[in-house]
């Protein structure tokens, strides 16, 4: 009997042991299934987040707009995770990204700004885009000047018609909107088809302009959003505009829209805000952490609606508010200016911005795996 005990008590040694070896080869894959779980759930989580707050500036697919640079890059994709966290956390100094940690003044607590990283790490772009679009929060399509294949033809049978080529088409699709179709400069900014400006400034000159932005103007820096060729194709552009000119090469002109005071007018801005302002001013424009309430009588029995069209358009020089003049259709700057007058009737004498607390965590989220 006991010879038998003996027997079945290692036998029971031995069937723990074989469970124990089995599941101690299986834990590494048991691991790395419960590490994907996470980042799924951190995806899910900073999709939403993205779209509600980011997709405006870095595009539905994280493609970036304007000068704000694109997201999904391999570039971005393979940054260190502690410099996206503070790159969400504390923005970036001298651009329009804003800090967006709490304990910065912001809106995201360490765990959301975690998620967002987590879309820029290990979301696919598609499946963001269409979220995206799925909200409701898809941006705008910016102004671009059409070009016709006329155009292109009489510009590319100049000399060095290539390169200028790309200048014309990086000029129509990113500087038009704001210096005019053809240069002759606008209310936002100064005119680039200009024999002052070709006696004034040196190709070196044009190119660090356009590079590294003009600081206390609404000139963005470019070297982050454009190629080496696209900006020496523009500067190329700007030095041999007569030469078009003469060409015959003349850009249609963006016709400026009506304002509209409408219904429909004050709807669309509506739409708009929500989709442009509500992020930083708050759903109803009481205003947040990140930018002043705009629903209140102070601000709109003060400002006219000429200045409420300027700042939008324009921005404000030393904040994170951008000059959306480039983005937006005149018509789409009046209809917002259409909604904010739309609320002053009602509008509360003064209006609190919301805040946050919070402190964020030390050392990284659970589906880094570190």
């Known amino acids: ?158 000399p060095d018609g290539e390169a200028l080529s790309t200048g014309l088409q990086v000029y129509a699709t990113e500087c038009a909107a704001c210096h005019g179709a053809n240069g002759e400069g606008t209310t936002l900014a100064p005119a680039l088809n200009s024999a002052d400006l070709r006696a004034q400034k040196a190709a070196s000159d044009l190119t660090r302009i356009i590079e590294q932005g003009v600081p206390g103007t609404l000139m963005a820096a470019w070297n982050r959003a454009l190629t080496t060729e696209e900006i020496a194709g523009v500067v190329m552009l700007i030095e041999r505009w007569p030469e078009l000119d003469a060409a015959g090469v003349i850009m249609p002109v963006v016709e400026a829209q009506p304002v509209d005071m409408s219904p429909e007018a004050i709807a669309h801005g509506q739409w708009l805000f929500s989709l442009t302002c509500a992020q930083c001013h708050g759903a109803d424009g009481y205003g947040t952490a990140l930018a002043p309430a705009l629903n209140n009588q102070t601000f709109l029995s003060q400002t006219p609606d000429a200045a409420i069209q300027q700042i939008i358009a324009g921005g404000v020089t030393g904040t994170a508010m951008p000059a959306w003049g480039g983005r937006l259709t005149e018509y789409d700057i009046a209809a917002l200016t259409a909604y904010l007058r739309s609320l002053e009737p009602t509008a509360p004498a003064i209006a609190s911005p919301a805040t946050g607390t919070g402190t964020a965590a030390a050392g990284g989220p659970p589906w880094q795996g570190k």
Not at 12 to 25: E, F, P, R
Not at 34 to 63: K, M, P, S, Y
Not at 114 to 124: E, K, P, R
């Open 1 to 158: 009997m006991t010879r038998e005990l003996t027997l079945m008590g290692l036998l029971g040694t031995l069937l723990i042991a074989a469970a124990m070896g089995i599941a101690v080869l299986h834990e590494p894959s048991r691991q790395q299934a419960a590490l994907i779980d996470l980042r799924i759930e951190a995806v899910r989580a900073g999709t939403d987040l993205f779209a509600e707050n980011c997709a405006i500036c870095h595009g539905a697919a994280g493609e970036g707009l304007g000068a704000t640079p694109a997201l999904n890059s391999e570039a971005v994709r393979q940054m260190d995770y502690l410099d996206l966290v503070r790159t969400i956390e504390r923005g970036r100094y001298g651009t329009t990204m804003a800090a967006y940690g709490v304990d910065e003044g912001g809106i995201f607590t360490r765990a959301q700004i975690d998620s967002l990283a987590a879309v820029i790490q290990y979301a696919d772009w598609n499946t963001v885009a269409a979220r995206v679009a799925e909200l409701g929060l898809t941006p705008p399509d910016p102004i671009v000047v059409e070009l016709s294949d006329e155009t292109l033809a009489l510009v590319a049978a100049l």
